[in-house]
């Protein structure tokens, strides 16, 4: 009888790990942890042990089943996204040598880390599939709307079946499925080029000072323990400190500029990435005209960003914090891998 089920989410910069037992109803343990990979990749296989140490704890002698999904193989401390997932598989084995470890595919299927291996593209950013799969099966018809740190997944539903566009990073980007925006890691002069200011109009400075997390921080969208990337100034994630990185989008500081003139800086980069999102949607939504879905399921770190953007753009709206918990709706793609994978191996052939 399978007992502990471990999913894993590893990006480059957050690893997420949900738990569940199978004979167990209820929301997953959940933990989040920020790790940038790129520059500290020799640490990955001690992290992940330790991470597994915490939420499986000391008293389990079993070792837990592990479901494994990724977007880390794209992380520029690699050559290639083979070299990526070989590396990330790898870095399971050297972790955790007594479990058995399942790769999840774009296809929707699980794999073993020797065919992972062999094949890295089918299982290279397969992350959002996973999640829509594990949404298809209480919304039929549904606009999967994810918004993470760092990107944002639009995954089209109908009839309980996936029927995205795109399955890698470039058909998905192409397609609108992918946007590379999101709530926390979001360079702001990658949003906007332009801030109100004074009355006018000012270019912004195109250089790493701030961040979305920094919009909304001092907006009171997200709190201190919310803001889990690193500053970009290495300074504090308080909302005057967030305030101090965002007047210096427009060369200014807290002593030059006012609290309005802040305000609206923070406002316009909310008010542009929702739209950035919802023209996204549209584009999706355009695709299926015929049988487009009429609501929204919103997940991720930045679920009030994706509820804003798919009201915008005329959606119902369902939040899949109301059914995973709240914790697993932020890391959804970790606890949707092993609810998958308890299905796959509880289910009689």
Not at 129 to 140: E, G, I, P, S
Request: hydrophobic fraction near 50%.
């Amino acid at each position: 009888m399978i007992t502990d089920i471990l999913g894993w989410d590893v990006g480059g910069a957050n690893i997420k790990v949900a738990r569940i037992d199978p004979r167990v109803p209820g929301a997953p343990a959940v933990i989040e942890q920020p790790f940038p990979l790129w520059r500290d990749f020799d640490r990955l296989p001690s992290m992940l042990a330790e991470l597994a140490g915490r939420i499986v704890g000391a008293a389990d002698v079993a070792p837990p089943v592990m479901a494994i999904t990724m977007t880390a193989e794209l992380a520029d401390c690699f050559a290639t996204k083979r070299e990526g997932v070989a590396f990330l598989v790898s870095a399971f084995a050297r972790a955790f040598p007594r479990s058995i470890r399942w790769v999840f595919a774009t296809d929707g299927t699980f794999r073993s880390a020797e065919d992972a291996r062999q094949q890295p593209h089918d299982v290279a950013a397969a992350n959002w599939m996973a999640t829509a799969m594990l949404v298809a099966r209480t919304h039929a018809d549904a606009l999967l709307v994810d918004v993470g740190s760092t990107t944002t997944d639009i995954v089209p539903i109908a009839g309980g079946r996936v029927v995205a566009a795109g399955r890698t990073d470039p058909a998905r980007l192409r397609s609108g499925e992918l946007v590379y925006t999101g709530v926390l890691r979001t360079p702001v002069c990658a949003v906007i080029r332009s801030v109100p200011l004074e009355g006018g109009r000012s270019r912004v400075a195109a250089e790493h000072f701030a961040i979305a997390a920094d919009a909304y921080r001092w907006l009171g969208k997200i709190q201190d323990g919310d803001y889990t990337c690193e500053t970009p100034d290495g300074r504090g994630r308080t909302a005057d400190a967030a305030g101090a990185r965002l007047a210096r989008m427009v060369c200014a500081d807290r002593e030059t500029i006012d609290v309005d003139d802040v305000t609206a800086i923070a406002v316009h980069v909310a008010d542009t990435q929702s739209r950035q999102i919802a023209h996204a949607i549209r584009q999706v939504l355009r695709r299926r005209a015929t049988v487009a879905p009429q609501a929204a399921v919103v997940a991720g770190a930045g679920a009030f960003l994706a509820r804003a953007a798919a009201e915008a753009a005329g959606l119902a709206v369902r939040d899949l914090a109301a059914e995973l918990g709240s914790a697993a709706a932020r890391a959804a793609p970790a606890a949707a891998v092993a609810h998958l994978l308890a299905d796959m191996l509880c289910t009689p052939p």
